[in-house]
C-alpha cells in the first residue's frame, strides 16, 4: 500500500504540473521520438551499422553487439510512452533514461537509469549454480541505476526496484510502457498499470537510450511528452561524454568525415567537378566570386546559370566575397558579401551560409557583419585539420591541395585525409580541376578522380561545409570559443 500511495502521488504531482501548463501546448502533447521510417534524431553510440534498421514502420534491433543508440539531445522532466517485443525466448534488452551520451572504455552499457525488458522465459534460461531460477519479477520492468548511478528503489531487490505486479507479454506479443520521469523520480507504468519506480537519481537530465543485448527486438511508438524543467545543475546533468566541456557538439564526430570545398567559380567545377561529385555521391561546397574583368570569361569561370546548376544537383553555394579583394572596411566588406547573395537570390538559389575567406585571411573584426547575415562558418587556411570544440567556426583549418603542394608532398592529399580521426574534421581545399588561369593552384583531373576513388573505396563520409551544423551548434561555438 506504501509503495501504491507513492505511485499515485507521483502521478498526481505530473498531472497537476502539466495542467498548470496548460496554456503552453507544447507540454501537453506527446512528440515522436521515432518517426517509423529512418534513423532520424537517434546517434548510434557503439553498436554496428546494420544493428538498428527500419521495417514495416517499426524499429528492428539485431541484437547484436551488446551497446545502445541514444537520442540527439538530452531530456530533463518527461513521460515516455514506447511499445516493445521480443522475437526470441527469453530476449534481452531495455530503454535507458536520464543516461550518459558514450559508454566508457572497457564497458558496453552506459551510465544511466535502465529499464528492463526482458522476455519472459529469461529466468528459465538463467538458473542461478544452486539450480533456484531468479524472481519473475525480473522480467516485468525492473528500474535500476547502471553504471554505477545511485537511485532508491519504490520495492527493493537489492538496489534494484522490482514491479508489484507481474504484467508483461511473452515472445511475439506487444507491451507498453510509460515511463513517468520526473525530478529524479520514475514511475513505470507496465501495460496500463503503475507496478514500479525509483526515487532520488543522483542523475534526472540526460540521454534517451534503446540497448541492444543478444536477441531482436522491435519497437514502435516511440513518443514523448516534455514537461516543465526543474532546478538542474551541471552535478545532476548526465556528461555527454565527448571532451566537450562548452557542449558545442550535437553528436560525436566520426572517424573519416572530410568536407570537399572550391574556390573561385571555376568553369571546370561545373562541367567536371559536379558531375564526378554527383557519380561518387559526395557532397560539396563552391565558393563563389567575380573576381575582376577576368570573370567575364567563360571560358574560364561559370556562369550564374551553371552556378545554379550545382545548386540544383544539392551542393552548397557558398560566399566568397564579390571581387575577392583582400581586408576591407565594413561597409565594403558588406557590400561585396551581400552581392553575391544578391545573385543567389535573384538565380534562385539558397542564401550562403558559409563563407570563404579571400587568401585565408581571416578578419575577425568582420565576424559581426557575417553572424548577423546568417554565416555559420567560415573556411580559413592553417593545413590542420578542424577541431570544432577548439576552433572557432569562423576560421575552420583546412588543408590545400593542388599541384603546387602536390610537387612538395605527393602524399598531401592521402597524408590529411589520414587525419579524419574521431572527434576532428578535415577540411579540403580545391580550386580548379584543371584551374586554366591559375594553373599553379589547380588540381589535374585524372589526379582528383583517384582522390575521390579512395574516399569512396575507404568509406568515408564525404560532406559540405554547411552539412557539418548537424555535428556542431555553430552559434553555441562562435561564442564559447571568441578569437
Keep these: 500500500m506504501k509503495n501504491q500511495a507513492k505511485v499515485l502521488?507521483?502521478?498526481?504531482?505530473?498531472?497537476?504540473?502539466?495542467?498548470?501548463?496548460?496554456?503552453?501546448?507544447?507540454?501537453?502533447?506527446?512528440?515522436?521520438?521515432?518517426?517509423?521510417?529512418?534513423?532520424?534524431?537517434?546517434?548510434?553510440?557503439?553498436?554496428?551499422?546494420?544493428?538498428w534498421s527500419v521495417r514495416d514502420g517499426m524499429l528492428v534491433c539485431s541484437g547484436h553487439p551488446i551497446g545502445v543508440m541514444r537520442t540527439e539531445k538530452q531530456y530533463e522532466n518527461f513521460i515516455l510512452h514506447i511499445e516493445w517485443r521480443h522475437m526470441e525466448a527469453g530476449g534481452n534488452s531495455g530503454v535507458f533514461?536520464?543516461?550518459?551520451?558514450?559508454?566508457?572504455?572497457?564497458?558496453?552499457?552506459?551510465?544511466g537509469?535502465?529499464?528492463?525488458?526482458?522476455?519472459?522465459?529469461?529466468?528459465?534460461?538463467?538458473?542461478?549454480?544452486?539450480?533456484?531460477?531468479?524472481?519473475?519479477?525480473?522480467?516485468?520492468?525492473e528500474v535500476f541505476g547502471a553504471g554505477g548511478l545511485k537511485t532508491v528503489p519504490d520495492n527493493p531487490r537489492g538496489s534494484r526496484s522490482k514491479s508489484i505486479e507481474n504484467r508483461c507479454k511473452g515472445k511475439g506479443q506487444w507491451n507498453t510502457y510509460l515511463v513517468v520521469c520526473v525530478d529524479g523520480v520514475i514511475k513505470l507504468s507496465v501495460n496500463g498499470k503503475f507496478v514500479n519506480g525509483i526515487s532520488k537519481a543522483a542523475i534526472k537530465k540526460g540521454y534517451i537510450c534503446l540497448e541492444s543485448e543478444?536477441?531482436?527486438?522491435?519497437?514502435?511508438?516511440?513518443?514523448?511528452?516534455?514537461?516543465?524543467?526543474?532546478?538542474?545543475?551541471?552535478?545532476?546533468?548526465?556528461?555527454?561524454?565527448?571532451?566537450?566541456?562548452?557542449?558545442?557538439l550535437l553528436k560525436p564526430i566520426p572517424d573519416k568525415m572530410v568536407v570537399l570545398t572550391f574556390d573561385d567559380a571555376c568553369l571546370s567545377h561545373a562541367t567536371f567537378v559536379g558531375p564526378l561529385l554527383k557519380k561518387y555521391g559526395f557532397g560539396g561546397t563552391f565558393y563563389i566570386t567575380e573576381f575582376t574583368e577576368t570573370f567575364t570569361d567563360k571560358t574560364l569561370y561559370m556562369t550564374w546559370e551553371q552556378i545554379k546548376s550545382l545548386d540544383d544537383m544539392g551542393f552548397e553555394i557558398g560566399n566568397h566575397t564579390l571581387l575577392h579583394w583582400g581586408p576591407k572596411n565594413p561597409q565594403e566588406f558588406t557590400r561585396q558579401?551581400?552581392?553575391?547573395?544578391?545573385?543567389?537570390?535573384?538565380?534562385?538559389?539558397?542564401?550562403p551560409t558559409t563563407f570563404c575567406w579571400p587568401f585565408c585571411h581571416v578578419e575577425w573584426d568582420k565576424l559581426p557583419i557575417l553572424t548577423q547575415r546568417g554565416y555559420l562558418f567560415a573556411r580559413g587556411g592553417h593545413n590542420r585539420p578542424y577541431k570544432p570544440i577548439v576552433d572557432n567556426p569562423f576560421d575552420t583549418p583546412a588543408f590545400q591541395i593542388d599541384v603546387s603542394t602536390e610537387k612538395n608532398n605527393r602524399n598531401v592529399f592521402y597524408d590529411a585525409v589520414n587525419q579524419a580521426t574521431a572527434g576532428q574534421i578535415v577540411i579540403l581545399m580545391f580550386h580548379g580541376v584543371p584551374d586554366l588561369e591559375h594553373p599553379t593552384v589547380g588540381?589535374?583531373?585524372?589526379?582528383?578522380?583517384?582522390?575521390?576513388?579512395?574516399?569512396?573505396?575507404?568509406?568515408?563520409?564525404?560532406?559540405?561545409?554547411?552539412?557539418?551544423?548537424?555535428?556542431?551548434?555553430?552559434?553555441?561555438?562562435?561564442?564559447?570559443l571568441a578569437n
Excluded at 496548460?22 to 551499422?49: I, R
Excluded at 576513388?453 to 562562435?478: G, T
Design 337 to 351: 558579401t551581400a552581392a553575391i547573395e544578391d545573385h543567389c537570390l535573384t538565380n534562385k538559389i539558397a542564401k
Design 214 to 248: 543478444g536477441a531482436e527486438i522491435h519497437f514502435r511508438n516511440i513518443r514523448i511528452m516534455e514537461l516543465p524543467p526543474g532546478i538542474t545543475g551541471p552535478e545532476s546533468t548526465a556528461g555527454r561524454g565527448l571532451g566537450d566541456p562548452n557542449e558545442i
Design 97 to 111: 533514461v536520464w543516461s550518459e551520451g558514450t559508454v566508457p572504455e572497457g564497458r558496453r552499457l552506459p551510465k
Design 113 to 141: 537509469v535502465e529499464v528492463q525488458m526482458l522476455e519472459l522465459d529469461w529466468v528459465n534460461r538463467h538458473k542461478r549454480q544452486d539450480g533456484t531460477l531468479p524472481p519473475i519479477a525480473y522480467v516485468h520492468g
Design 443 to 480: 588540381t589535374e583531373p585524372a589526379r582528383f578522380e583517384e582522390y575521390l576513388k579512395y574516399l569512396k573505396d575507404n568509406e568515408y563520409s564525404v560532406i559540405s561545409m554547411r552539412d557539418m551544423a548537424k555535428h556542431i551548434d555553430p552559434v553555441k561555438a562562435a561564442k564559447q
Design 9 to 51: 502521488t507521483c502521478v498526481t504531482i505530473v498531472l497537476l504540473c502539466v495542467g498548470s501548463w496548460a496554456p503552453a501546448a507544447e507540454f501537453l502533447q506527446f512528440s515522436s521520438l521515432f518517426n517509423g521510417k529512418d534513423l532520424s534524431g537517434w546517434v548510434n553510440v557503439n553498436t554496428a551499422e546494420d544493428t
